[in-house]
């Protein structure tokens, strides 16, 4: 059966499936019950409080107590009638047994929410004990968990009966509750005496404990002037105490902002836990009215309370909790302008509820939640990030001139995004990231300079948080990216100065060697300028596709005139086809081949004939320099510039070099495809 109360009255109505279920299927007034020797007891609503505690006087107390000694035993000895029908009408009688146990599904959500409450507040409690078992906190708070369960299982037991508890056994579940009650205010004091900073010397942190003990005693030997004062009174010095505490605490923090992290934390916590009870279960009962929800689901606050103080013990995520708190506030903030515009849309302008919570909705989300990011700069300390500014710098640094410049720039770009109080080298086996409880914020090694560990930031005012971690991660691969992006540069400076000084190798040394054999005047004057062309076209990385007859002719003359000179005899074989168009890779490379092979030849062979043959075939071109000179060993030029140009020209084009040594002469052979370079 579930009973309840509605002002004057008593309503009964038959569980679900239960025994009397088709005999009092709607809730029903319940005028009276009849026992078994035939007395009649008219139900009160008093006899279906939650919480004794709530009555007038400890008179009312005890014949509170002693009905439900009455109720209890009737129900225990036998059926008994429950006399249905509202006051003053001729009512019906049902008949009903008590069961010696009452079923676990019969069990109303309220009770398992209490357990629930008690046996997580005391998981929570023995989590900060393991994590930090040497300490006075987690002791302390340990105890306090002890305290949610000692009054919520009691809670649990008489606050959900159907009618009726055995008076002795519900004045002990409310003593046991009371106690818990007053362990847990008086524990959260004590805590608050020693953490984060101690407040007070010795043992004097356990004043709160043994005062709150006494009190308890006279409460339960009936010597206060009623509940008020014996149960009640106990509660709200023990909250004023708290919080008066955690205000001495945040003074005391001064400049420390681990300290005032979790004083801010704890001040939530309570706020927001202390709240969810006073208002909808306390303040009701202090007018006389029922509460808007039931004292079970009330003590959901508390563990909120617990929990938040539980991470702030523990130390969880220290550099995380501000954020998390403005975020609790700024939502719960937005929820309380939602209910009250929505209050005040339905009395003063007589809207419907629903657009009413509609258009509050609208406002709430047009108006309160773009503040989201103003509110957080003015209450985190959080600046606005101008990326593009900080990839700018990120560059400059890269490009800095030297080691030391590198490691100066990167400390100031640090200095002036966090504003730490210092920065120290870091071990380099260090982890990245935020450490110490949002102390320092380690950044890793780059550029050269080492691994650097930033201390308290904005000047020792807050903590580092994962925003901060994640900005230094950005700003590092900003870094990064430049810097790997200055050695690509030095990468192309250095190739491209290989490259010129390479050109200028195997193209104009030739060319001028030619111009200062050649006797005609006419003919060294057009070398030397062509020389000259070919310096700019090499300078400025450019080139012209050729002909390959006219670029072959060309060649052929320039090395006759040079051979000539030197007394040497110059034999010239082409086989190609008259169309061939080379395109400029071709031609600086055919060019640079040809000359560094012959000019190879006459300058360290000593030899008497040197032939040049280039063929077309189906791999492109073959072209062919041989000598019968005195021939060399490779090792004997591993070294030089020579044959390692050829080579690279050869791989760009995605052709093959072949150097045939022996005792009489050299062979060189160069094939390369037409197409030019490979992909």
């Given at each position: 059966?579930?009973?309840?109360?509605?002002?004057?009255?008593?309503?009964?109505?038959?569980?679900?499936?239960?025994?009397?279920?088709?005999?009092?299927?709607?809730?029903?007034?319940?005028q009276?019950?009849?026992?078994?020797?035939?007395?009649?007891?008219?139900?009160?609503?008093?006899?279906?409080?939650e919480?004794?505690?709530?009555?007038?006087?400890?008179?009312?107390?005890?014949?509170?107590?002693?009905?439900?000694?009455?109720?209890?035993?009737?129900?225990?000895?036998?059926?008994?009638?429950?006399?249905?029908?509202?006051?003053?009408?001729?009512?019906?009688?049902?008949?009903?047994?008590?069961q010696?146990?009452?079923?676990?599904?019969?069990?109303?959500?309220?009770?398992?929410?209490?357990?629930?409450?008690?046996?997580v507040?005391?998981?929570?409690?023995?989590?900060?004990?393991?994590?930090?078992?040497?300490?006075?906190?987690?002791?302390?708070?340990a105890?306090?968990?002890?305290?949610?369960?000692?009054?919520?299982?009691?809670?649990?037991?008489?606050?959900?009966?159907?009618l009726?508890?055995?008076?002795?056994?519900?004045?002990?579940?409310?003593?046991?509750?009371?106690?818990g009650?007053?362990?847990?205010?008086?524990?959260?004091?004590?805590?608050?005496?020693?953490?984060?900073?101690?407040?007070?010397?010795?043992?004097?942190f356990?004043?709160?404990?043994?005062?709150?003990?006494?009190?308890?005693?006279?409460?339960?030997?009936?010597?206060?002037?009623?509940?008020?004062?014996?149960?009640?009174?106990?509660?709200?010095?023990?909250?004023?105490?708290?919080?008066?505490?955690?205000?001495?605490?945040?003074?005391?923090?001064?400049?420390?902002?681990?300290?005032?992290?979790?004083?801010?934390?704890?001040?939530?916590?309570?706020a927001?836990?202390?709240?969810?009870?006073?208002?909808?279960v306390?303040?009701?009962?202090?007018r006389?009215?029922?509460?808007?929800?039931?004292?079970?689901?009330?003590?959901?606050?508390?563990?909120?309370?617990?929990?938040?103080?539980?991470?702030?013990?523990?130390?969880?995520?220290?550099?995380?909790?501000?954020?998390w708190?403005?975020?609790?506030?700024?939502?719960?903030?937005?929820?309380?302008?939602?209910?009250?515009?929505?209050?005040?849309?339905?009395?003063?302008?007589?809207?419907?509820?629903v657009?009413?919570?509609?258009?509050?909705?609208a406002?709430?989300?047009?108006?309160?939640?773009?503040?989201?990011?103003?509110?957080?700069?003015?209450?985190?300390?959080?600046?606005?990030?101008?990326?593009?500014?900080?990839?700018?710098?990120?560059?400059?640094?890269?490009?800095?001139?030297?080691?030391?410049?590198?490691?100066?720039?990167?400390?100031n770009?640090?200095?002036?995004?966090?504003?730490?109080?210092?920065?120290?080298?870091?071990?380099?086996?260090?982890?990245?990231?935020?450490a110490?409880?949002?102390?320092?914020?380690?950044?890793?090694?780059?550029?050269g300079?080492?691994?650097?560990?930033?201390?308290?930031?904005?000047?020792?005012?807050?903590?580092?948080?994962?925003?901060?971690?994640?900005?230094?991660?950005?700003?590092?691969?900003?870094?990064?990216?430049a810097?790997?992006g200055?050695?690509?540069?030095?990468?192309?400076?250095?190739e491209?100065?290989?490259?010129?000084?390479?050109?200028?190798?195997?193209?104009?040394?030739?060319?001028?060697?030619?111009?200062?054999?050649?006797?005609?005047?006419?003919?060294?004057?057009?070398?030397?300028r062509?020389?000259?062309?070919?310096l700019r076209?090499?300078?400025?990385?450019?080139?012209?596709?050729?002909?390959?007859?006219?670029?072959l002719a060309d060649?052929?003359?320039?090395?006759a005139?040079?051979?000539?000179?030197?007394?040497?005899?110059?034999?010239?074989?082409?086989?190609?086809?008259?169309?061939?168009?080379?395109?400029?890779?071709?031609?600086?490379?055919?060019?640079?081949?040809?000359?560094?092979?012959?000019?190879?030849?006459?300058?360290?062979g000593?030899?008497s004939?040197?032939?040049?043959?280039?063929?077309?075939?189906?791999?492109?071109?073959l072209?062919?320099?041989?000598?019968?000179?005195?021939?060399?060993?490779?090792?004997?030029?591993?070294?030089?510039?020579?044959?390692?140009?050829?080579?690279?020209?050869?791989?760009?084009?995605?052709g093959?070099?072949?150097?045939?040594?022996?005792?009489?002469?050299?062979?060189?052979?160069?094939?390369?495809?037409?197409?030019g370079?490979?992909?």
């Amino acid at each position: 059966m579930r009973f309840s109360a509605d002002g004057a009255a008593v309503s009964v109505q038959a569980v679900p499936n239960g025994p009397a279920a088709r005999a009092v299927e709607a809730p029903t007034p319940l005028q009276a019950v009849r026992l078994a020797n035939g007395e009649v007891l008219k139900l009160e609503p008093g006899d279906l409080v939650e919480e004794p505690d709530t009555l007038a006087s400890y008179a009312d107390m005890r014949r509170f107590f002693a009905r439900q000694i009455v109720l209890a035993s009737a129900l225990r000895k036998g059926p008994v009638e429950l006399v249905l029908g509202a006051p003053g009408a001729e009512g019906r009688n049902v008949q009903v047994t008590a069961q010696p146990r009452r079923p676990l599904g019969d069990l109303p959500a309220a009770f398992w929410v209490q357990l629930a409450v008690g046996a997580v507040s005391f998981l929570i409690g023995a989590w900060v004990l393991r994590a930090r078992p040497d300490a006075l906190a987690p002791r302390l708070f340990a105890l306090a968990s002890f305290g949610i369960l000692g009054f919520t299982f009691p809670a649990a037991l008489y606050s959900t009966r159907e009618l009726a508890l055995d008076g002795p056994l519900f004045a002990a579940a409310s003593a046991a509750n009371h106690f818990g009650a007053l362990l847990f205010g008086a524990t959260m004091t004590a805590l608050l005496l020693v953490y984060p900073r101690r407040l007070v010397p010795g043992r004097w942190f356990a004043a709160p404990l043994v005062i709150f003990g006494l009190w308890w005693v006279a409460d339960t030997l009936r010597l206060p002037g009623g509940p008020a004062w014996g149960a009640n009174l106990p509660t709200l010095i023990e909250m004023i105490a708290i919080l008066v505490c955690a205000g001495v605490q945040y003074w005391r923090a001064g400049e420390d902002p681990a300290a005032r992290t979790i004083l801010r934390w704890f001040g939530l916590a309570i706020a927001v836990g202390a709240g969810g009870f006073v208002f909808p279960v306390v303040t009701p009962h202090m007018r006389g009215e029922r509460g808007v929800v039931s004292q079970g689901y009330g003590f959901l606050s508390f563990l909120i309370i617990h929990l938040g103080i539980a991470i702030g013990v523990a130390r969880y995520r220290l550099f995380e909790l501000d954020r998390w708190a403005f975020r609790i506030l700024f939502y719960m903030i937005g929820a309380g302008l939602l209910l009250a515009l929505d209050a005040l849309l339905i009395s003063a302008v007589s809207l419907a509820r629903v657009p009413a919570f509609g258009l509050s909705l609208a406002l709430i989300a047009v108006l309160y939640l773009p503040l989201r990011d103003h509110a957080a700069r003015w209450v985190l300390g959080r600046r606005e990030i101008d990326r593009a500014r900080l990839a700018k710098d990120a560059i400059a640094i890269a490009l800095s001139p030297g080691p030391e410049a590198f490691e100066a720039n990167w400390r100031n770009l640090l200095d002036e995004v966090f504003e730490p109080l210092e920065i120290v080298p870091a071990a380099p086996s260090t982890p990245t990231g935020v450490a110490h409880e949002g102390r320092a914020l380690v950044v890793p090694a780059l550029g050269g300079a080492p691994a650097l560990r930033l201390e308290h930031p904005r000047r020792g005012r807050r903590l580092f948080n994962s925003g901060d971690g994640r900005l230094a991660d950005e700003i590092c691969a900003m870094l990064a990216n430049a810097i790997d992006g200055r050695r690509a540069y030095e990468r192309g400076v250095a190739e491209e100065r290989r490259r010129i000084a390479r050109d200028m190798h195997d193209n104009i040394g030739v060319q001028l060697m030619s111009a200062l054999h050649t006797e005609e005047l006419l003919r060294k004057d057009r070398l030397v300028r062509d020389a000259l062309a070919d310096l700019r076209d090499i300078i400025n990385a450019v080139g012209a596709e050729a002909a390959l007859p006219d670029l072959l002719a060309d060649l052929r003359l320039e090395f006759a005139e040079l051979l000539a000179a030197r007394g040497i005899a110059f034999d010239w074989r082409v086989l190609e086809p008259d169309h061939i168009q080379l395109a400029a890779p071709g031609v600086q490379t055919l060019r640079a081949i040809l000359r560094e092979a012959v000019s190879n030849a006459f300058r360290h062979g000593e030899p008497s004939r040197i032939a040049v043959q280039i063929v077309t075939n189906a791999a492109g071109l073959l072209v062919e320099v041989s000598d019968d000179g005195r021939g060399f060993e490779l090792v004997e030029v591993a070294g030089g510039n020579g044959l390692s140009n050829m080579r690279q020209r050869m791989a760009a084009l995605g052709g093959r070099l072949t150097i045939l040594p022996s005792e009489r002469g050299v062979r060189v052979q160069a094939q390369f495809p037409l197409a030019g370079p490979r992909p």
